[in-house]
């Protein structure tokens, strides 16, 4: 209940930290709103916003203060998710880079470690509690609702429950009032309310219990949808049948804090996003999400509904840098179809408030074997949801059916049709402004005033037939303005109105003792033309952000991806209508306003050819390198999880305070008949790899595993040594190795402290007595460690290679010395292009960069790249594992109306047939309108970073 209204919340999530351009959050929320959510979801993580332990930043990228108003201005309810954990394919799950040193286990009531989460919340809860819903008791003020504490916390022990009482107390302490939950992973019934007194459930702090669920089928290798289950019944209709099940938590409201609005991709598959996209796109979200509804499910949040890149280091091994997850928005911040879906779904939880809080009615009669019908009713006003789906709900068949139910206004029988996998959502008995409806076998998208009444959109699948009866007391006008529309009344009041559903049918229905109602019925496809903005339904653009009516004139913003239509049902007059500021000529007709001409299509511009100059970028693998500011490797303190063999030192990157992207490591020894290999045990995540130089001569690279469900994550390399090591004298090693992200923590067993870097090294004969050449090593890492150079680009953002301590990717680095080639070396070479771009004024686009063939997921060529935009560490193209090759850069990063600078570190071995390929700009997405956005202030020259 909020304020008193029992509501339906229907959430998805976003994560701001996944786009690294606040104007642009706006745009995603607007585009939630739009899609007719009326909360969002929020992740934050930890490690983002800590490079070291007691720093804390929450500017810029990082300002969840602004995230948090920017949620209320949209009119959105917020829940917030501060973890500590969160996993959410982020590197350590969201931990920071910091606290794979500590020793004590994470996720306990260890005091070390929950000494370390309490700083964490101290900072987010202070800016969390300005903006609940219920006041902060100092004035402010903001519209979130529920608040998470953990992440699928599955291990239910003593110590586990201590640290749940813990969280629990440290919200409430630090001034967090709004409802406590946390998501656990299945419907195992793990930290139910404590009040709750059900049996055979693990009881936790917590005032509400939710749960996690990604239930319904796959993509298969090729990229086809399988609907291989059924939509799974946890509430009402499940065994147990009380709310949330025996299982579970029968006295609090059905709650999913995240249901698959899509999937993660990772390292080395063929691509699977669009299929995502597909999978729990279109029907399936009415199936699915209509199944838990009705199952009493009122609070369903759905993960993701915007995913967006994980850039720069973000990304756990699981995941390459895109996190498009196939959600209702792209990565690109395209409104896929699926979002228009949503849009209907969500339009009839906003039309029907009596949706929260219904019970089930009893089974109708229906005609088919192959159909069920969810029927519920509201224990309040008796009005009835009917949710028609196949039997099973994966279904596929054609048919008509009829459904016979005891509806409040009396017994009907509902001639239906069901056309391959969908589902049905049907209301009945309600009354809907100052109407009644009977029943409809069209689905309701909108319910708003217009000239002095009610108006109803409604919709059905094209070609099918479909009836909707009104209640009236007497018989009232019908006039069909638009469309082939049939009626009836009959002597108990019942207006039948007959159609097909397709072009838009208009309808004015007067008299009958109940104010004028105008209906709108279409297909689907005319449905989702129609946006809502408060009262009014606009119909023709691609998208409408905002409509306000002020003194007559009504100001809309949107956006458009080729000359639209307009028109406008209003509640009262409106003289002048502007469109993104502009004001359009328009004309009165029956009842609506319509632009007299089409809305403007967005202009084409081209985009320029990248011109290059390079530069070689590992210095480090020169016998002679001075390396003298280097950290000796020590025997310091060892907290991983990883075994190593006894007498080592610690070579871990972790130790040293780096713990993002590349270390280089270099080693001496003296040459000896014995150094005949070399072996080296290192972490480095999925995909994850080093180079070995000996005496500036590459002798070897080796990349580990890609794959899930847990790529393999630490591996051994061993190289024959070239003949030079055997002569006497001192020989130099250097290593570089790429950590791509530490490991989640999802099972609690401090998987996140697994080994990142050299776990160990020997240099040893190839047969005989075991015997190890001693090595004194060195290790460099990213500039500053964790005193990270670049504060405002933050933790994500840099790691150790030489260009990058010396800001090579920064815009303002003076490259006129660089030469247009280099010849190839094994190691890294650095390119960089500057360009300007003229993106028309008034336009939304989304720009990336692409490599090589596009069409296939990988190349056959050995290289991998980390591609900085204006500085921006934009993620890695690793050519020979894939599959992503195009990788969108949001603007406020990008430039559209200026000057731009993208530098590639590429590494490989140098062999020809490794080099990069063909590198260019791509237009991904473009539309007219959008919202201003802003450059992302950054420093641009090496001189305004942080010395080292
Ligand atoms: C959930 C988890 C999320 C995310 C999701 C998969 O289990 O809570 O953080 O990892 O799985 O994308």
């Known amino acids: 209940m909020i304020d008193g209204q029992r509501k339906v919340i229907w959430s998805s999530e976003m994560h701001a930290f996944r786009l690294p351009s606040p104007d642009l959050w706006r745009d995603v929320l607007q585009k939630m709103k739009a899609s007719g959510f009326n909360t969002v979801a929020f992740y934050f993580d930890w490690g983002f916003h800590s490079p070291k332990r007691g720093v804390y930043d929450f500017s810029g990228i990082r300002d969840i203060d602004r995230l948090l108003t920017m949620a209320e201005e949209e009119g959105l309810y917020v829940m917030t998710r501060a973890g500590p954990y969160v996993n959410a394919e982020l590197t350590r799950g969201g931990f920071p880079g910091w606290l794979v040193n500590q020793r004590s286990r994470a996720r306990t009531d260890d005091p070390d470690y929950m000494a370390a989460a309490d700083e964490w919340l101290t900072q987010v809860h202070a800016i969390i509690r300005k903006h609940q819903i219920n006041g902060d008791g100092k004035g402010n003020r903001g519209t979130v609702i529920l608040h998470q504490i953990e992440n699928e916390l599955a291990l239910t022990t003593a110590s586990q429950r201590r640290y749940m009482d813990h969280l629990y107390a440290k919200a409430r302490a630090d001034g967090i009032t709004v409802p406590i939950f946390h998501n656990d992973q299945g419907r195992n019934g793990y930290w139910v309310p404590e009040d709750s007194k059900v049996e055979k459930v693990v009881h936790g702090p917590n005032d509400m219990y939710a749960f996690d669920g990604y239930p319904g089928g796959t993509c298969t290798v090729g990229g086809k949808v399988t609907r291989g289950s059924a939509a799974p019944d946890w509430g009402y209709y499940g065994p147990g049948g009380a709310k949330g099940g025996a299982s579970a938590s029968p006295n609090t409201p059905g709650f999913l804090a995240e249901f698959g609005g899509g999937w993660f991709d990772y390292w080395g598959s063929n691509g699977g996003y669009e299929c995502n996209a597909r999978q729990r796109g279109k029907r399936f979200q009415r199936v699915f999400y209509g199944t838990n509804l009705a199952n009493g499910i009122g609070i369903q949040s759905f993960y993701m509904g915007f995913g967006g890149t994980s850039w720069g280091w973000l990304p756990a091994p699981v995941v390459f840098t895109s996190y498009d997850y196939g959600s209702a928005i792209s990565e690109t911040r395209e409104v896929r179809e699926k979002a228009e879906e949503l849009k209907q779904l969500g339009g009839l939880i906003r039309a029907v408030p009596d949706l929260a809080g219904m019970i089930p009615a009893g089974a109708p009669t229906i005609s088919s074997p192959n159909i069920q019908v969810y029927h519920n009713k509201s224990p309040e006003t008796d009005a009835r949801f009917l949710m028609v789906t196949h039997k099973p709900s994966n279904g596929q068949s054609d048919d008509r059916f009829t459904v016979a139910a005891d509806l409040p206004d009396g017994r009907y029988t509902l001639p239906m049709q069901l056309r391959g996998f969908d589902a049905k959502w049907l209301i009945a008995g309600v009354n809907l402004g100052g109407q009644r409806l009977v029943y409809s076998t069209s689905e309701l998208q909108a319910l708003t005033k217009h000239a002095g009444g009610d108006l109803m959109l409604l919709y059905g699948r094209t070609q099918e037939p479909g009836e909707t009866v009104l209640r009236y007391a007497s018989e009232p006008r019908v006039t069909v303005l638009d469309g082939q529309v049939t009626s009836t009344f009959a002597s108990n009041g019942d207006l039948k109105l007959g159609y097909t559903h397709g072009t838009l049918a208009r309808v004015r229905i007067s008299g009958g003792g109940r104010p004028d109602l105008t209906l709108l019925i279409g297909d689907e496809a005319e449905g989702v033309k129609f946006w809502q903005e408060g009262d009014m339904l606009v119909r023709g653009p691609a998208l409408v952000r905002s409509g306000a009516l002020k003194g007559g004139t009504l100001a809309l913003t949107g956006d458009t991806r080729a000359e639209e239509p307009l028109e406008i049902w209003a509640p009262g007059a409106i003289r002048r209508v502007t469109w993104n500021g502009v004001v359009l000529p328009t004309r009165a007709a029956g009842g609506t306003v319509v632009a007299t001409q089409p809305l403007p299509a967005p202009a084409s511009f081209t985009l320029p050819t990248l011109k290059w100059r390079a530069a070689p970028g590992s210095p480090e693998t020169a016998p002679g390198y001075d390396d003298s500011k280097w950290q000796a490797i020590d025997t310091r303190a060892y907290a991983s999880i990883t075994a190593r063999p006894d007498g080592q030192p610690n070579m871990l990157m972790d130790a ?286 090496p001189s305004e970073l942080k010395a080292d």
């Open 656 to 941: 040293y305070g780096f713990h993002e992207g590349d270390v280089w490591y270099r080693g001496r020894f003296q040459g000896t008949p014995a150094a005949e290999r070399i072996q080296i045990y290192y972490g480095a995540g999925g995909s994850g790899m080093i180079q070995v130089f000996l005496d500036g001569q590459l002798i070897g690279d080796h990349e580990l595993p890609s794959g899930l469900p847990r790529p393999i994550t630490t591996g051994t390399a061993t190289f024959t040594l070239p003949e030079a090591a055997r002569t006497p004298g001192e020989h130099v090693l250097s290593v570089m190795l790429r950590n791509n992200g530490h490991n989640w923590d999802l099972d609690a067993d401090d998987f996140h402290k697994e080994a990142r870097g050299i776990v160990s090294a020997s240099i040893e004969p190839r047969v005989g007595p075991s015997f190890s050449v001693p090595i004194a090593w060195k290790i460099q890492g990213r500039a500053g460690g964790e005193d990270i150079a670049d504060p405002v680009r933050g933790v994500a953002n840099s790691g150790g290679l030489d260009g990058e301590r010396r800001g090579w990717h920064l815009p303002g680095f003076d490259d006129r010395a660089w030469k247009a080639t280099v010849p190839a070396a094994a190691g890294t070479t650095w390119y960089r292009s500057s360009f300007d771009l003229a993106v028309p004024k008034g336009q939304d686009a989304t720009i990336g960069l692409a490599f090589g063939d596009t069409t296939k997921p990988r190349s056959t060529g050995r290289y991998r790249v980390l591609m900085f935009v204006n500085g921006w560490n934009m993620g890695q193209f690793i050519a020979n594992i894939g599959p992503q090759r195009v990788f969108p850069v949001p603007e406020g990063i990008l430039n559209h109306r200026g000057r731009n600078t993208v530098a590639l570190a590429v590494t490989s071995d140098g062999a020809p047939e490794n080099a990069l390929e063909a590198v260019k700009l791509v237009t991904l997405r473009t539309v007219r309108g959008g919202i201003p956005v802003a450059p992302v202030a950054a420093p641009t020259k």
